[in-house]
């Protein structure tokens, strides 16, 4: 089970986020977040509504100023800097949005709308301009016809596709993508996820692939950051997020995932009980420990810490404990209703 | 998956729809949402309708209901025995007795169903005065908390007090489970109840759901469009496209082996965590194309334009129900010995 790596691990990440907090007043929507994005990597940003996903995504983009911590791009600090600085940073970073009804202008031709940051950005003449929205438009399976049209005249997945090469035309490293997909029919998701993993193998995309759909996520991601009430509970992978959870909130969260398949059945059976708590309290200690159903008295009083195992892997769980062979186990595996009854603790192989 | 095929006892069914067709006035003519729709549910069991957006899944439950407005849409034919009452002949005035009393729904989004400046009290307490006006103050509060104590919500004499922006989503959608219960209907509609709630909050929804069916021997028609929540749910599944059943089977058996070409679509395009190993990603299988517009169905099978096996006579031929395994499916690539074989 080796972890797909498609850059070595020295080379210096691409995006690097380190300790970032953003606060909305009260609401400690983001609260001390650090993570990186190697070049050509996706990582899958999951979490429940409130848990500060999309600010974290936001924050990132320099859409909302931080409270602290910096973000990092090609190992240069960008946050916290003077606009005309950021801007020409602004290249490498792109957007999607979940809502392509909401983030296009709808008075705007699509080809007017796939030009604009080229033309904010200065970049051709206007020649090459369209030259270039031509090649967008293919590249992202909207027909040639499609310039001259408003974005009412699209589906849904055709407007997502519309939002997809207006974040390409600048050639940009990374994509920040918040829930582009979650708002669109099942069939055409299937589209647009298919669309997206295309264009990161044609280009050597990374992105940060946001969403609250822990099997989107799950396809999608190279790894995989679970976040709860502003801090980030578990690190892992596509090979083992799903299989192996270590943090209970991970497991509850994949128990709850309605499975259409009947293998699903076999899953886990592990019951969240209650909701999140408002971000403006978040519990002291562990900020799950309220609706974890392992906790013990440390977890109400110590907040834990995100460890890095020995695996690749990383969790902010009292109750992961390593054993001595270095493999990590997850609280439920001790307890009397374990998660995984059917299949003994996988040891993670050492590659 | 908790549920396999619900055997039934021979007793006939709550709710029996016939030929249910439903046609909306728009600006371009008028257009048929709900075409010809049968279907039965019996005592214990959900019937779960599935679709994509546009496909006459939350009309067919607006129309029973008698919901949709007279000035926008009426019904253009069909039948809907409730306990031998057709709701679609049935006065207003009857059908008022009915909605709240023997019929009752549930919404996708909790907060625009609740009054938001009437205290969860009150607003369960006039459920009562409409239909058990003999009731008492007293006893109407007392039954306001029995209900809200039914559905599982913690220290109900604080809730009954407090107003429904106070309460979190999950809880707000139980106070509608509550209020839809307070009258002992014999069949639940539920529109997508889970739908703007998380993953962890619809959980736990959808297992109180099935609890309080398993108590009290609700019918429930479960419409929903993800087949997952469907899977787990559901005794049987009706699916629908451009405002036609086009598939119907036991749920076991709809997901071992979907007979329609739109239902194998729509189980191949959802990721399968469940199944997939470390391996490299195979892609998602799409299904091409979008809904069709209900203004401009094709002359044949609605899906054809968009159907990966679709014969020439598939654009001629609108497909009609036929039964298959132990179920039904409208596609002229299935025959019933096909399906044996």
Same mark, same amino acid.
């Given at each position: 089970? &080796?972890?797909? &790596?498609?850059?070595?691990?020295?080379?210096?990440?691409?995006?690097?986020? /380190?300790?970032?907090?953003?606060?909305?007043?009260?609401?400690?929507?983001?609260?001390?977040?650090?993570?990186?994005?190697?070049?050509?990597? &996706?990582?899958?940003?999951?979490?429940?509504?409130?848990?500060?996903?999309?600010?974290?995504?936001?924050?990132?983009?320099?859409?909302?100023?931080?409270?602290?911590?910096?973000?990092?791009?090609?190992?240069?600090?960008?946050?916290?800097?003077?606009?005309?600085?950021?801007?020409?940073?602004?290249?490498?970073?792109?957007?999607?949005?979940?809502?392509?009804?909401?983030?296009?202008?709808? /008075?705007?031709?699509?080809?007017?709308?796939?030009?604009?940051?080229?033309?904010?950005?200065?970049?051709?003449?206007?020649?090459?301009?369209?030259?270039?929205?031509?090649?967008?438009?293919?590249?992202?399976?909207?027909?040639?016809?499609?310039?001259?049209?408003?974005?009412?005249?699209?589906?849904?997945?055709?407007?997502?596709?519309?939002?997809?090469?207006?974040?390409?035309?600048?050639?940009?490293?990374?994509?920040?993508?918040?829930?582009?997909?979650?708002?669109?029919?099942?069939?055409?998701?299937?589209?647009?996820?298919?669309? @997206?993993? /295309?264009?990161?193998?044609?280009?050597?995309?990374?992105?940060?692939?946001?969403?609250?759909?822990?099997?989107?996520?799950?396809?999608?991601?190279?790894?995989?950051?679970? @976040?709860?009430?502003?801090?980030?509970?578990?690190?892992?992978?596509?090979?083992?997020?799903?299989?192996?959870?270590?943090?209970?909130?991970?497991?509850?969260?994949?128990?709850?995932?309605?499975?259409?398949?009947?293998?699903?059945?076999? /899953?886990?059976?592990?019951?969240?009980?209650?909701?999140?708590?408002?971000?403006?309290?978040?519990?002291?200690?562990?900020?799950?420990?309220?609706?974890?159903?392992?906790?013990?008295?440390?977890?109400?009083?110590?907040?834990?810490?995100?460890?890095?195992?020995?695996?690749?892997?990383?969790?902010?769980?009292?109750?992961?404990?390593?054993?001595?062979?270095?493999?990590?186990?997850?609280?439920?595996?001790?307890?009397?209703?374990?998660?995984?009854?059917?299949?003994?603790?996988?040891?993670?192989?050492?590659? | 998956?908790?549920?396999?095929?619900?055997?039934?006892?021979?007793? *006939?069914?709550?709710?029996?729809?016939?030929?249910?067709?439903?046609?909306?006035?728009?600006?371009?003519?008028?257009?048929?949402?709900?075409? +010809?729709?049968?279907?039965?549910?019996?005592?214990?069991?959900?019937?779960?309708?599935?679709?994509?957006?546009?496909?006459?899944?939350?009309?067919?439950?607006?129309?029973?209901?008698?919901?949709?407005?007279?000035?926008?849409?009426?019904?253009?034919?069909?039948?809907?025995?409730? #306990?031998?009452?057709?709701?679609? =002949?049935?006065?207003?005035?009857?059908?008022? +007795?009915?909605?709240?009393?023997?019929?009752?729904?549930?919404?996708?989004?909790?907060?625009?169903?609740? #009054?938001?400046?009437? %205290?969860?009290?009150?607003?369960?307490?006039?459920?009562?005065?409409?239909?058990?006006?003999?009731?008492?103050?007293?006893?109407?509060?007392? %039954?306001?908390?029995?209900?809200?104590?039914?559905?599982?919500?913690?220290?109900?004499?604080?809730?009954?007090?407090?107003?429904?922006?106070?309460?979190?989503?999950?809880?707000?959608?139980?106070?509608?489970?509550?209020? =839809?219960?307070?009258?002992?209907?014999?069949?639940?509609?539920?529109?997508?109840?889970?739908?703007?709630?998380?993953?962890?909050?619809?959980?736990?929804?959808?297992?109180?759901?099935?609890?309080?069916?398993?108590?009290?021997?609700?019918?429930?028609?479960?419409?929903?469009?993800?087949?997952?929540?469907? =899977?787990? #749910?559901?005794?049987?599944?009706?699916?629908?496209?451009?405002?036609?059943?086009?598939?119907?089977?036991?749920? =076991?058996?709809?997901?071992?082996? *979907?007979?329609?070409?739109?239902?194998?679509? !729509?189980?191949?395009? !959802?990721?399968? *965590?469940?199944?997939?190993?470390?391996?490299?990603?195979?892609?998602?299988?799409?299904?091409?194309?979008?809904?069709?517009?209900?203004?401009? !169905?094709?002359?044949?099978?609605?899906?054809?334009?968009?159907?990966?096996?679709?014969?020439?006579?598939?654009?001629?031929?609108?497909?009609?129900?036929?039964?298959?395994? %132990?179920?039904?499916?409208?596609?002229?690539?299935?025959?019933?010995?096909?399906?044996?074989?």
């Amino acid at each position: 089970m &080796t972890l797909q &790596t498609p850059m070595p691990e020295t080379a210096a990440p691409l995006l690097e986020v /380190r300790d970032l907090v953003k606060h909305h007043g009260q609401v400690r929507a983001v609260d001390g977040v650090s993570f990186h994005i190697r070049a050509g990597e &996706t990582v899958g940003l999951v979490g429940e509504s409130g848990c500060g996903k999309s600010t974290l995504g936001r924050a990132i983009m320099g859409l909302a100023p931080l409270t602290s911590g910096e973000v990092r791009l090609d190992g240069a600090v960008i946050s916290g800097l003077p606009y005309a600085q950021v801007r020409p940073l602004r290249k490498r970073m792109q957007m999607v949005f979940q809502d392509p009804y909401a983030s296009l202008n709808p /008075r705007r031709r699509v080809g007017q709308i796939i030009e604009e940051p080229l033309k904010v950005h200065g970049l051709g003449s206007a020649k090459a301009r369209r030259a270039q929205v031509i090649e967008l438009m293919a590249r992202v399976g909207l027909p040639a016809d499609a310039a001259g049209r408003f974005p009412h005249e699209f589906s849904g997945g055709q407007r997502q596709r519309v939002g997809i090469a207006r974040a390409l035309a600048l050639s940009p490293a990374l994509i920040v993508a918040d829930e582009p997909v979650s708002a669109l029919d099942v069939s055409v998701q299937a589209q647009v996820v298919n669309l @997206m993993v /295309r264009l990161q193998q044609e280009m050597g995309l990374s992105y940060l692939f946001i969403s609250h759909d822990l099997a989107v996520v799950h396809y999608i991601a190279d790894r995989i950051l679970v @976040m709860y009430l502003g801090k980030i509970v578990e690190v892992s992978d596509r090979a083992r997020v799903w299989k192996q959870p270590l943090h209970p909130y991970t497991a509850g969260l994949l128990a709850a995932h309605p499975s259409p398949d009947p293998a699903g059945a076999h /899953r886990p059976h592990l019951r969240i009980e209650g909701d999140m708590p408002s971000p403006t309290a978040p519990p002291p200690g562990c900020r799950f420990h309220t609706r974890c159903p392992f906790k013990v008295e440390r977890c109400a009083s110590e907040e834990p810490a995100l460890r890095a195992l020995n695996d690749g892997r990383s969790v902010a769980c009292h109750l992961v404990e390593v054993s001595a062979d270095g493999i990590a186990h997850a609280p439920t595996e001790r307890t009397a209703a374990p998660i995984r009854s059917a299949e003994p603790a996988l040891p993670l192989s050492p590659s | 998956m908790t549920t396999g095929a619900l055997p039934h006892t021979g007793a *006939p069914p709550v709710l029996a729809v016939r030929g249910l067709t439903t046609r909306l006035k728009t600006r371009a003519g008028e257009v048929t949402v709900v075409d +010809g729709l049968d279907f039965t549910v019996h005592a214990g069991e959900t019937l779960a309708i599935v679709g994509e957006s546009g496909s006459g899944k939350s009309m067919t439950a607006l129309s029973l209901m008698r919901l949709l407005p007279e000035a926008v849409a009426f019904n253009a034919g069909g039948s809907a025995l409730l #306990n031998g009452r057709d709701l679609l =002949a049935v006065s207003e005035r009857e059908m008022r +007795g009915l909605r709240g009393a023997d019929i009752s729904m549930i919404f996708q989004e909790p907060m625009t169903s609740l #009054n938001p400046v009437m %205290r969860i009290g009150r607003q369960l307490e006039e459920v009562f005065e409409e239909h058990k006006p003999e009731l008492s103050r007293a006893q109407r509060r007392a %039954r306001a908390a029995d209900l809200l104590k039914l559905v599982r919500i913690p220290d109900p004499e604080r809730v009954l007090d407090e107003l429904p922006h106070r309460l979190s989503g999950g809880m707000r959608q139980r106070v509608m489970i509550a209020m =839809a219960l307070a009258c002992d209907p014999k069949l639940l509609i539920a529109d997508e109840p889970t739908t703007a709630l998380d993953a962890t909050v619809q959980a736990q929804i959808l297992d109180l759901l099935r609890a309080l069916q398993a108590e009290l021997g609700l019918a429930i028609v479960l419409i929903t469009h993800n087949l997952g929540v469907v =899977a787990e #749910n559901a005794h049987r599944v009706l699916v629908m496209y451009a405002g036609r059943k086009v598939e119907e089977a036991p749920v =076991a058996e709809l997901f071992a082996a *979907p007979r329609h070409p739109y239902t194998r679509g !729509l189980l191949r395009a !959802l990721p399968n *965590p469940d199944a997939a190993d470390a391996g490299p990603r195979v892609p998602l299988m799409e299904i091409p194309g979008i809904v069709p517009a209900l203004s401009a !169905l094709p002359k044949g099978c609605a899906f054809g334009p968009r159907c990966p096996v679709a014969l020439p006579a598939c654009a001629e031929t609108r497909p009609e129900l036929r039964p298959v395994g %132990r179920g039904s499916a409208a596609c002229l690539l299935v025959t019933p010995a096909e399906a044996l074989a």
